[in-house]
């Protein structure tokens, strides 16, 4: 009457678990939905006006780069999910069930990056239509770069919710960390207008990268580099295999009944 | 052969010993009460078998695979039901039960079909909607139940699975493991209730400290306890003379009277009970009433651990 569930089907279902969990709480949804516009129609434009003296268009710019950090942001909640599962005992029900420790890894990134794509979707197509972008196929193209950025984001929180064991200090690393990868990257602002000290760490940004692909792509006289397309996978290989490492070392070695 | 093997199976966590080389067989289709008190290890074995911990030192063989050498093929085999109730409390119960079905691969059909049964034993189907935060402890144990008799896995864990429940649920849990164990599944259940583990298990296995000090069946393991049987014969009056013929009866440890009350603490106390009601009455006792008190599992437990279940 069971069968032995395929690798693919685990990870489908581990992501209609999160997807589940987000269709119970839209109030998340609403939340950062009316963030991002009010940064959008607000901040954008106040600061667009101010910037108009420098010769660029910083509504534009900033427009794709909201999107990528906004999808950034959700996608560090997967971390927050997964270390109050552990809090809760909940990880140890996930850990028993028939699928190995690194596809549960890799089933928790992709749910987080599946989760942010949804949030960011109707956002990233608001800013295709506000930048006069109208291409199906090149918005889609932007999807699956900001996708490949949530996965390793998710890959990166997960990695810290098994590396931090204090509650209130996985909580300062997780907005430290949310700070540093969109702060420290050319999403909101040009590199150029950075303190030099951060530029060469921001150049090698995987949001920087993710910033710069979907700004090539819909924004006329930008271009990304190919190490930028590198840059974004190794960023996610990294990250699925420290976070699935990390998961077995905190499983060895912290818990006791 | 046995279903589940733990083969001197050690478990540390840094320089802590949880389980300190258990050896242990359960066999197929039996029921295996695990008894020990907090922190004895149980939690930590069951979680070795589960593959969710690597065992330190040893090997732990379910169904003939290696817990540790093909974890993917151990877990397929198992479902646990957690003492507490471990599941995403924003879903509902049904919700619950879907997302555990399918990730355990029971088909679409026959997962439907399972649910409803379940809830409806349980009474829950008017309540498969709610979100389960909001249901009450009992309640959510049941759904902590019902994953795995939706799953019906070959080999089912139960830790503490009447904790919380009324007596009509209590009694409803048990029979349907029962059931569950007579359509082929391995039941281990973890419990601190002595008469939960009476009632249900073939065997029981005691853990204290990290080590599996006893393993047998419930009414062997009582008669390891020699002399702990206590024979009451209410008399119509005191009788001291008769404590000294009693007593050379070879079970019997030691006897006295307590007013009228002549108390026999002696071994095998349910055959010698004849025995002892016809030796009192020829030599002139007037028994009036008799009871037999018999060392239960707890006094087992308390036996072979030095402690009590808390």
């Given at each position: 009457m069971s069968s032995k569930p395929s690798s693919l089907f685990i990870i489908w279902v581990l992501i209609e678990r999160d997807l589940r969990t987000l269709v119970k709480s839209p109030w998340i949804l609403i939340n950062r939905t009316v963030f991002f516009l009010i940064q959008l129609f607000v901040f954008a434009f106040l600061i667009t006006k101010l910037a108009s003296s420098l010769g660029f268009n910083y509504f534009a710019f900033y427009s794709v780069g909201a999107v990528v950090s906004t999808i950034t942001s959700i996608a560090f909640i997967i971390g927050e999910d997964l270390f109050e599962e552990e809090e809760m005992g909940l990880l140890d029900y996930l850990l028993s069930l028939p699928f190995g420790h690194t596809l549960f890894v890799i089933g928790r990134a992709l749910g987080g990056a599946v989760r942010g794509l949804i949030y960011v979707t109707p956002m990233m197509i608001l800013v295709a239509y506000l930048d006069g972008y109208f291409s199906v196929v090149g918005v889609a193209g932007s999807l699956l770069v900001i996708f490949v950025l949530a996965t390793g984001i998710s890959g990166l929180s997960i990695t810290l919710a098994m590396l931090i064991r204090n509650a209130n200090r996985f909580d300062i690393m997780i907005a430290l960390a949310e700070l540093a990868t969109v702060r420290v990257?050319?999403?909101?602002?040009?590199?150029?207008?950075?303190?030099k000290v951060l530029q060469p760490l921001a150049t090698y940004s995987p949001v920087t990268s993710a910033s710069d692909i979907v700004r090539a792509i819909f924004l006329p006289g930008y271009a990304s580099e190919p190490y930028e397309t590198v840059v974004l996978v190794l960023f996610v290989l990294i990250f699925f295999g420290l976070g699935s490492a990390f998961l077995f070392r905190k499983l060895e070695g912290g818990k006791f009944e | 052969m046995a279903m589940i093997q733990f083969k001197d199976v050690a478990k540390s966590f840094k320089d802590v010993y949880a389980v300190k080389g258990v050896t242990c067989d359960i066999e197929d289709q039996e029921i295996f009460g695990l008894l020990g008190p907090n922190g004895a290890g149980k939690t930590t074995l069951i979680m070795t078998m589960a593959t969710v911990y690597n065992p330190t030192r040893g090997e732990v063989v379910v169904d003939g695979h290696s817990a540790s050498a093909e974890p993917d093929k151990v877990k397929s085999l198992i479902g646990i039901s957690f003492q507490d109730p471990k599941y995403d409390?924003?879903?509902?119960a049904r919700e619950i039960l879907q997302w555990h079905g399918k990730v355990t691969g029971v088909e679409k059909g026959v997962r439907e079909k399972r649910i409803d049964d379940v809830l409806t034993k349980f009474g829950l189907a008017g309540e498969?909607?709610?979100?389960?935060?909001?249901?009450s402890g009992g309640t959510k144990k049941k759904i902590e139940n019902a994953k795995v008799f939706v799953q019906r896995p070959k080999i089912a864990v139960f830790d503490e699975?009447?904790?919380?429940?009324d007596v009509p649920s209590r009694l409803m849990v048990w029979d349907m493991i029962d059931e569950l164990r007579d359509g082929g599944t391995t039941v281990v259940l973890a419990t601190n209730m002595m008469d939960e583990a009476d009632r249900m298990s073939d065997r029981v296995g005691i853990m204290s400290r990290g080590e599996m000090v006893q393993v047998g069946e419930p009414a062997r393991l009582k008669g390891t306890l020699k002399g702990r049987d206590v024979i009451e014969m209410k008399l119509e009056a005191p009788f001291p003379e008769l404590v000294g013929e009693v007593k050379h009866?070879?079970?019997?440890k030691e006897a006295h009277f307590e007013g009228d009350l002549l108390k026999i603490a002696l071994s095998n106390g349910r055959e010698l009970l004849p025995h002892m009601i016809n030796l009192v009455t020829a030599k002139g006792g007037k028994v009036q009433s008799v009871n037999l008190k018999e060392p239960s599992l707890e006094d087992v437990f308390l036996h072979y651990t030095g402690t009590t279940l808390t």
């Open positions: 990257s050319a999403a909101i602002y040009p590199l150029v207008y950075m303190p | 409390r924003i879903l509902s498969a909607k709610k979100r389960t935060w909001m249901l699975p009447t904790a919380y429940l009866v070879e079970e019997v």
